[in-house]
């Protein structure tokens, strides 16, 4: 085992005793009792008290005691207490006295009734009453204390609370059981209260028997004049009671006509509420079976039309999308085709020796071939079913049929007026037009023949 497990047991076991050791220094204050702490304090004083938690308790230097909260009661047996007027009674009373939990209270018990029994601590509260009782007996008449019993009990408690208060204690309770003298006095007193209330009670009954008989004959003519006074009350309340009868009748006659004519009229109105509720659930009825079947199929055409429509609007974009394409790419087609034959005759041109008309020589003499073609073509063309020429035999130069298919062939135009028109004079390697005697064209001949 290496030190650091060493230090570290030592260090928990150092703890847990600081533990330990402030758990038993810590002391709890039950609710029925005060805590007092005494000994030496950081600022100052001699003892604290604690009702109810609890606190440290330091060894050595401080130590604790409890004081109990329990009511004691003291039992009082007064006698010979000289009164106001020197008359000595007897004053048996028990009181009820405990510790007090103010502050200041808890100081005081603290100081003087530690350590003390509770037999201690009751002969010294007896001292206290017995004392304050005496001074609050000599301080009263004889009919104060045996009549105003409360305001007895205000001046005891006066007296003796304060002087309680000063070693801790209060009064919660006084109870006096029986006050008496030894001279008879408040006996006396008693009977003095008793002769006269007897007397004053034979005198009220007298008086009540007087006032019994007064009140008899009273109450007779009274009676005499109530009976004839009811009696007129009675047939004015009969008349009184016919007359509203009457009128309660034709008010209830009243009422039962204005209550039929309005069962009258809440019917009728019933009964219109009922036609108009069948007249609306009519309409509902041909609402629902007529009107909506065909709003539905007005709904429906329209939502067909408005969709062969779009159909139709989207067909048209279709096709003129797909002509704009084809005649986009005729033109790009043509564009090209028009770019190509210009980069070719820039090139012819360019060949020629920068000479528009030999390029236009040139591609004069690509078209001979077409030319003939059609010349000979539209001789080909011609159909004849029977020639018949007229010779006269004459013996003149040329035949009359050498001379219509000679003139035949000149009706074609010849190469050379073909290449003129179009503005180009072909080239003399191609042959040349001579002109004979009589003013006629005669055939060319090929370049190179004599």
Known sequence: MDYGTIAIILFVAFVFGIIAFLASRFRRCPSNQILAVYGKFATGGSVRCYHGGGTFVWPLIQDYSYLDLTPMTINIPLKNALSLQNIRINVPSTFTVAINTTPEAMNNAAVRLLGLSVSEIQEMASEIIFGQLRLTVASLTIEQINQDREKFLEAIRSNIDP????????????????????????ESIGKKAAATAINQAKIDVAEQEKLGAIGASEAEKERRIQVAAYNAQAVEGENTAQARIAAYNADLAEKTAEAERRGQVAEQKAVTLIQKEKALAEEARLQAEEVVPREIEKRKIEIDAEAEAQKRRKEAAGEADAILAVLSAEAAGTQKVLDAKAHGYNNLVTACEDSPKHAATLLMVEKIKELVTLQTEAISNLKIDKITVWDSGSGDKGSSTASFLSNMIKSLPALHDVAAMAGVDLPGYLGQIKEQDNGQHKIPAPAGDN
Do not use: A, F, W
Not at 171 to 183: A, C, P, Q, Y
């Open 163 to 186: 002087e309680l208060r000063k070693v801790g204690l209060y009064l919660i309770n006084v109870n006096i059981t029986d006050i008496t003298d030894e001279s008879g006095y408040i």
